[in-house]
């Protein structure tokens, strides 16, 4: 138990051999062409249902009616073959009806693809035990729902913890994608339609002959699993790879250069899902240095696409508050100023990528008020399963109860219902596109994210973006189910471990809005409350000795809380209606302001931490009563990780408590912070053969003062 398989693993349930007579007895898939989703859905209920009850079925192509079968194929080739389509409901592009009523099994898609999406739902209820008769359709909240990898052509992996890349190296792709398909085979049985696999920040020489037919055999790779291929462009492609002086989108030799090489790449890749563009952000490079606008930027990649059926994913994270002397500029209002004259301006296949909050994937930030900015335009949520500011597979954080606050958001637009799932699904505003995307950044590690129990969060990702109305803690179960086992004690501790993980996590780290205060430069790992503030991305915690907190009001701070509509402006502009848990992002307070809760801000700092890091010690325990329950292999993996985090828990306790009771002088009313009689400090140790050295982040050393 390696963790390759992840979810997918089909081991057998108990008593398996009570249900084998009440399987089907065959298996008919309506494609013989082995590389066709359906092909794949044959083989894949074959090997699924080999494993769970030890029975294998056969595959047969021909006939969609033969009796006590499982048949799986599109509802019109189902129809051609002289199958009964009676009583199917109309599918959506990708969506699926499944029917196990009868004798018979139906697995029928409105595509190849949602034949396979149902193939895949049907192996989930037989590997949860769940033989019951079920007749249904299911599609998707919205046709959008890819991943981005953050894959450098080197091998590496910007904010990647998995290892290195599984698609490239040494500049280009490697030979062997065995992996790459595997990576399909799980993102299908979520139902994710497209993988972008290089890096946003991208690098031109992608666009090399070699390197479109490594992109080519990366497709190939995918497409069994109906999964497609994206990829990252440098917007300075014309200019660095193509030799031309410009890169303007208006110049008519670079639209020459981005025509050509889009028809390039779509002769190699005829099915290709489209680009991701991160452009004037960063240092990358965009339209706005020839003065063109973002919109501009993005037709100019809308327009070589148009023809083929591909789409544009522009991200909206673009900023330029890299001074920060003015005390008004504030990052998370860039966003709204940057897009919100586009609206309109973006060709139908332009689908503009919009960060879930307005900094950067913090561990608790408002909803991006872009996405009630845009009635014109359509928008995906970007979400980041890599934990990149929440402990980075280090420390369980199961990220769906974090990413619903943001997909059940209200955001009131002319006093409407607007949820934000509702807008990305493209149905509040009526637009053609829109839906999700997830930084995921799997490597080469069999554990695919380097931790088991980071999983659970690609698996939900998947899920949410088909139905963003699921109810996490279902979706955990489902993954537990068929990750760990059946046993209702695992379920129960997994369960409750991850349940608990992310409120522990906000607890320990930045809590009532502060951010996670983690280092902020480089590492985005553990804290470092100091380089929040005066660095060159933000002054965020704006914390002196007597207050704390950002003033992101209209009436006397950033203005940020005017980019929402009037009753989400009026909530977070008033510090009496402003939810406890982003007083600290909306309002600049004394350390003794009491919140809606009746503590101070530093008390409940200061308690939040301990009672924190005190959920993060059960977990140790917590999993240990599962020794015998969870193969050894895992469950050691998964032993050394928590007890690590129980461990670093207690760093960032003391590092955040320390450092804000070192500034405001406010004793902790249970008299915790730095009073640790017992604790031996590193720095009273002496051992030989070790040398001193100087800690940086110097809140990273056990005894700050
Ligand atoms: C930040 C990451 C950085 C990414 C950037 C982005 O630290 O590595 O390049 O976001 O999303 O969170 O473009």
Redesign the pocket.
Known sequence: ENGLNAWLRYAPIPNAQNYSASLPSSIVSLNSTETSPVYTAGTELQNGIQGIFGKRLSISHANGTTSSSIVVGTVDEYAKTGGSVQGIPELDEDGFWLSSKGGNVQILGENERGALYGAFEYLSMLAQGNLSSVAYATNPNAPVRWVNQWDNLDGSI??GYGGPSIFFENGTIVNDLTRAGDYARLLASVRVNAVVVNN??ANSTLLSTRNIQGLGRIADAFRPYGVRLGISLDFASPMDFGGLPTYDPLDPSVIAFWTNVTNQIYETVPDMAGYLV?AN??GQAGPLTYNRTLSQGGNLFAKALQPHGGIVMFRA?VYNMLNESDWKADRANAAVQFFKDLDGQFDDNVVVQIKYGPI??QVREPTSPLFANLLNTSTAIELEVAQ?YLGQQCHLVYLPPLWKTVLDFDLRVNNQSSLVRNIISGKRFNRPLGGSAAVVNVGTNTTWLGSHLAMSNLYAYGRLAWDPAQDPQSILQDWIRLTFSLDNEVIDTITQMSMESWPAYESYSGNLGIQTLTDILYT?FGPNPASQDNNGYGQWTRADHLTIGMDRTVSNGTGFSGQYPPEIYEMYENIETTPDNLLLWFHHVNYTQRLQSGQTVIQHFYDAHYSGADTAQTFVPLWESLEGKVDTERYNDVLFRQTYQAGHSIVWRDAINNYYYNLSGIPDEANRVGNHPYRVEAESMTLSGYEPYPVNPFEMASNFT
Do not use: A, G, I, T
């Open positions: 910007e904010r946003v920040n991160k952000s960063e994270f950067d994937f990149e985005h």
